[in-house]
């Protein structure tokens, strides 16, 4: 899981606490006067996603703040980088290996190249988006399962 570590300092622990409230997959740790930050896929901090904090936030804090990131920064790296934002995106260091055969391919090949990206690109983006539209109809199955248990059933 990427990641990367802040000063323990009140500014920083509210950033911090912010991004973790905001953002899905992200993960606050205190340990060893040191704020680790962990995240899942990838990440942008902009000074609005920072709301009341970022009200506090000067310059000199926000350049502080990126350059920190930029330096403790593990298993990610910068994509984009301005005055107002920071994004940041994971590694790709995990293999999937799969087998087709050559019409399979072919078929891929084509798509990949019709939509102007390399196999690898198409086959993961591809994946990516079943893997998420499964996994949100099994949480709105779980939903549903929830509503239906707390109902009596009536006859």
């Excluded at 350049?63 to 107002?84: F, H, M, P, Y």
């Amino acid at each position: 899981m990427p990641w990367f570590r802040l000063r323990a300092n009140e500014l920083n622990l509210r950033i911090a606490e912010r991004l973790e409230a905001s953002e899905r997959f992200v993960k606050v740790k205190k340990e060893n006067g040191e704020i680790r930050v962990e995240f899942q896929y990838g990440l942008t901090i902009s000074r609005i996603t920072l709301g009341s904090v970022s009200r506090e936030l000067s310059e000199k804090d926000w350049r502080n703040l990126v350059k920190e990131i930029k330096s403790t920064l593990v298993g990610a790296k910068i994509r984009e980088c301005s005055d107002q934002m920071i994004g940041i995106q994971a590694l790709r260091t995990q293999w999937i290996h799969i087998r087709v055969n050559p019409v399979e391919k072919a078929l891929i090949l084509d798509a990949a190249k019709a939509q102007g990206r390399t196999i690898a690109d198409f086959v993961r983006i591809a994946s990516l988006k079943v893997a998420d539209e499964v996994f949100n109809a099994e949480v709105t199955k779980g939903r549903q399962r929830s509503k239906n248990e707390q109902r009596p059933y009536v006859a």
